[in-house]
């Protein structure tokens, strides 16, 4: 169990920089621009970094057993660590199905950030966007993996937790 806590604690602490500060600045940038159809993304989105928190409390706690738990972090990891789990299956498959279309997507996709005025996309190449596919599907893996691993850190928690009981 040792080397599943130094793996799940690596995975939260990239979970919550990697997720973090983009959905921070991202959520910032929805309420200054009064854009509320963007709230509920950003606030799902939310839920990788809020599950990452809450998993390196668990490591904490499994470090330093004298440290009890707090009484919402094992439902914080259960449901947040669902939604989490579904936004990182979600962008494995959506990854995985972009890396075989590549040549079929990129103009497609050159098209609509000129239309939304995102730029001069003309020097994106097909590479470009396998090499940005391959790092959101690792992305995405690193949030599943995160999720299972703290699910089963957490029944392990409370299997010592009992036994120390009686």
Not at 40 to 49: G, R, T
Not at 97 to 102: P, T, V
Not at 131 to 157: D, I, K, P, Q, T
């Amino acid at each position: 169990m040792k080397v599943a806590q130094i793996i799940g604690r690596i995975l939260a602490w990239i979970n919550l920089i990697c997720w973090g500060i983009p959905i921070v600045s991202f959520l910032l940038g929805t309420l200054v621009s009064f854009n509320m159809k963007l709230v509920v993304p950003a606030v799902l989105l939310a839920s990788i970094p809020l599950h990452s928190y809450a998993a390196l409390q668990l490591q904490k706690s499994l470090r330093h057993p004298e440290i009890k738990l707090n009484q919402q972090t094992p439902v914080g990891i259960r449901f947040v660590g669902l939604i989490a789990l579904f936004i990182g299956i979600l962008m494995v498959f959506i990854s995985a199905g972009g890396l075989g279309i590549a040549k079929e997507l990129l103009p497609k996709l050159k098209d609509q950030m000129a239309e939304f005025g995102q730029g001069d996309m003309s020097a994106l190449t097909v590479g470009d966007l396998r090499e940005l596919l391959v790092f959101y599907m690792f992305l995405g893996l690193a949030v599943v993996a995160s999720v299972l691993l703290h699910l089963r850190l957490l029944r392990w928690y409370f299997l010592v937790k009992q036994s120390d009981v009686s």
